[in-house]
Antibody, heavy 117, light 107 residues
Framework: EVQLQQSGPEVGRPGSSVKISCKAS????????MNWVKQSPGQGLEWIGW????????DYAEKFKKKATLTADTSSNTAYIQLSSLTSEDTATYFC??????????WGQGVMVTVSS | DIQMTQSPASLSASLGETVSIECLAS??????LAWYQQKPGKSPQLLIY???SLQDGVPSRFSGSGSGTQYSLKINSLESEDAATYFC?????????FGGGTKLELK
């Protein structure tokens, strides 16, 4: 069974960084690209970017190029997203989501990030 | 970026009814469209991919159709568990973009 287990909720101060993890199981981690998606009440769902765990290659939406950094650790089958220079606009739920043959097929449970001083 | 316009934003229907949700793309997305169901506090669940292919394990009362720029999700014989928010996602062209979502309420 494919599972994407994300880390717990985060609270970050304005200007700081947070790093969220997504541990994959039930499939070969390096065979599938991992996407990251932001969900906020005001903006709906936004695609942040993807990482190919096998090669470490990444692609980002223009809006998130200076905000997000995607990495992956193949030894632990875990993908990460680091969000930097946090502002109130970054308060949202962040999902990892695997891209299968037909598109994004499995999602993590989401991590709520709250930016607060 | 391709804009996905989803309608309606909300919908109220009775058990046993049939409903449809539409997504209109700003340009041809060549059937590279998926539909998801999301319940409060939960992650999205894939229902339909490639516009009309039913994901394994999804009830057959869900169906997708469309081509070009116009796509729809149809839910037959509504059940109480279908109360959720539904959204579409295109990945024909990067960046992938989402519809605004449709909140389905059961009367």
């Amino acid at each position: 069974e494919v599972q994407l287990q994300q880390s717990g909720p985060e609270v970050g101060r304005p200007g700081s960084s947070v790093k969220i993890s997504c541990k994959a199981s039930g499939y070969t981690f390096t065979d599938y690209v991992m996407n990251w998606v932001k969900q906020s009440p005001g903006q709906g769902l936004e695609w942040i970017g993807w990482i190919d765990p096998e090669y470490g290659s990444t692609d980002y939406a223009e809006k998130f190029k200076k905000k997000a950094t995607l990495t992956a650790d193949t030894s632990s089958n875990t993908a990460y997203i680091q969000l930097s220079s946090l502002t109130s606009e970054d308060t949202a739920t962040y999902f990892c989501a695997r891209k299968g043959a037909g598109g994004i097929d499995y999602w993590g449970q989401g991590v709520m990030v709250t930016v607060s001083s | 970026d391709i804009q996905m316009t989803q309608s309606p934003a909300s919908l109220s229907a009775s058990l046993g009814e049939t409903v449809s949700i539409e997504c209109l793309a700003s340009e041809d997305i060549y059937n590279n469209l998926a539909w998801y169901q999301q319940k409060p506090g939960k992650s999205p669940q894939l229902l339909i991919y490639y516009a009309s292919s039913l994901q394994d394990g999804v009830p057959s009362r869900f169906s997708g159709s469309g081509s070009g720029t116009q796509y729809s999700l149809k839910i037959n014989s509504l059940e109480s568990e279908d109360a959720a928010t539904y959204f579409c996602l295109q990945d024909s062209e990067y960046p992938p973009t989402f519809g605004g979502g449709t909140k389905l309420e059961l009367k």
